[in-house]
């Protein structure tokens, strides 16, 4: 049987995990903090951690997990931009889930819009308070509207398949594009020119940190509603404020944000909140915050749990393993 140290564990993140790990030989110990430089100490004696995407897995965090006998981090996500993969190179194994549920971002991406365009959030609150009054509901049709998806991986195909699903136009944005019926693959410039929802589906890189900022910002139509399931360093927030204090951005829905680390996936309501974007952006009736909870489903956790369970046995029997990510194979 061997031991694993599993950070920043939730208790829907125990349901799966618990369920299976007895088939791979697997024991868990599970802690509620967070791995990071203070917190890898706690790992000694476990061969591997499991990690999330709050977690900071950075220079000296790798050190210290290898100095306790680690060998290998395997991350329960998709997304690895918060590990030092050039310095784990040699050092540690990364590992990651490449694919668990593109269905399940995708609906909550377009859950966001539908709520914001027809202020399903208003209205609830509005109603709690026996208000009946629609003034200030108006939404519009999606249908015939021009829907530009920027990165077109799995969960970008899935929302695209949402998107034409309500009779919307379909542009896409994408280095490496997939041509299929319905779809029209175009500049980043002519997608923000064209578009009335941006909805953001890629990962985080260098050469996408930003990639919403006030230039793109400033060629998008007035009126434009955007949305980000993703990684929030995709969007300038401060710039994304000055476009919806404008009007140029119609509203927001984000499931992610760039300084979420601090906030997310706790319980900091009876902290005073000293991020003063963040409180903006909870501030503005046309902004849906939520907490990147895109991936939350049972069949994504179970997904999550079952990969991420694999990828730890093919480490310990030393097989081949598909979804290990190195400084040298990924997108950095």
């Given at each position: 049987?061997?031991t694993?140290?599993?950070?920043?564990?939730?208790?829907y993140?125990?349901?799966?995990?618990?369920?299976?790990?007895q088939?791979h030989g697997?024991?868990?110990?599970?802690y509620?903090?967070r791995?990071?430089r203070?917190?890898?100490?706690?790992?000694?004696?476990a061969r591997?951690?499991?990690?999330?995407?709050?977690?900071?897995?950075?220079?000296?965090t790798?050190d210290?997990l290898?100095?306790?006998?680690?060998e290998a981090?395997?991350?329960?996500?998709?997304?690895y931009?918060?590990?030092?993969?050039?310095y784990?190179?040699g050092k540690?194994r990364?590992?990651?889930?490449?694919?668990?549920?593109?269905?399940?971002?995708a609906?909550h991406?377009m859950?966001?819009l539908?709520c914001?365009?027809?202020?399903?959030?208003?209205?609830y609150?509005?109603v709690?308070?026996?208000?009946?009054?629609?003034?200030?509901?108006?939404?519009?049709?999606?249908?015939?509207?021009?829907?530009?998806?920027?990165?077109?991986?799995?969960i970008?195909?899935?929302?695209?398949?949402i998107?034409?699903?309500?009779g919307?136009?379909?542009?896409a944005?994408d280095?490496?594009?997939?041509?299929?019926?319905?779809v029209?693959?175009v500049?980043?410039?002519?997608?923000c020119r064209?578009?009335?929802?941006?909805?953001?589906?890629?990962?985080?890189?260098?050469d996408?940190?930003h990639?919403i900022?006030?230039?793109?910002?400033?060629?998008?139509?007035?009126g434009?509603?955007i949305?980000n399931?993703?990684?929030?360093?995709?969007?300038?927030s401060?710039a994304?404020?000055?476009?919806i204090?404008?009007g140029r951005?119609a509203a927001?829905?984000l499931?992610?944000?760039?300084?979420?680390s601090?906030?997310?996936?706790?319980?900091?309501?009876g902290?005073?909140?000293?991020?003063?974007?963040l409180?903006?952006?909870?501030?503005?009736?046309n902004v849906?915050?939520?907490?990147?909870q895109?991936?939350?489903?049972?069949?994504?956790?179970r997904?999550?749990?079952?990969?991420?369970?694999?990828?730890l046995?093919?480490h310990?029997?030393g097989r081949?393993?598909?979804n290990?990510?190195?400084?040298?194979t990924?997108?950095v």
């Open positions: 049987m061997e694993v140290a599993f950070f920043d564990a939730k208790p993140d125990k349901l799966w995990f618990d369920q299976l790990k088939q697997i024991e868990l110990k599970y509620e903090n791995l990071n203070d917190t890898a100490v706690m790992a000694g004696g591997a951690v499991v990690a999330f995407v709050a977690d900071k897995i950075d220079a000296p790798i210290m290898v100095n306790v006998g680690v981090v395997a991350l329960r996500s998709s997304g931009n918060h590990v030092d993969l050039k784990a190179d540690l990364i590992f990651r889930v490449p694919a668990y549920s593109p269905n399940a971002v609906e991406a859950a966001l539908l914001l365009n027809r202020k399903i959030h208003r209205a609150n509005r709690r308070e026996y208000n009946f009054n629609l003034k200030g509901l108006v939404g519009f049709d999606l249908k015939g509207k021009t829907a530009g998806v920027v990165g077109a991986g799995k970008g195909q899935a929302f695209i398949d998107c034409l699903g309500f919307m136009k379909v542009l944005y280095p490496e594009p997939i041509r299929r019926v319905g029209e693959y500049s980043l410039h002519d997608l064209q578009s009335n929802i941006i909805s953001l589906h890629c990962p985080l890189t260098k996408s940190h990639i900022g006030r230039d793109t910002l400033r060629m998008m139509s007035e434009v509603v949305l399931t993703s990684r929030g360093a995709l969007i300038d401060e994304l404020l000055d476009a204090k404008t951005v927001a829905g499931d992610v944000y760039e300084e979420e601090d906030f997310f996936y706790e319980d900091v309501s902290d005073v909140i000293q991020d003063d974007k409180k903006l952006l909870l501030a503005t009736p849906l915050v939520t907490s990147h895109g991936f939350l489903t049972e069949e994504a956790l997904e999550i749990a079952k990969t991420t369970l694999q990828n046995s093919d310990f029997a081949p393993a598909e290990e990510v190195s400084y040298m990924a997108s």
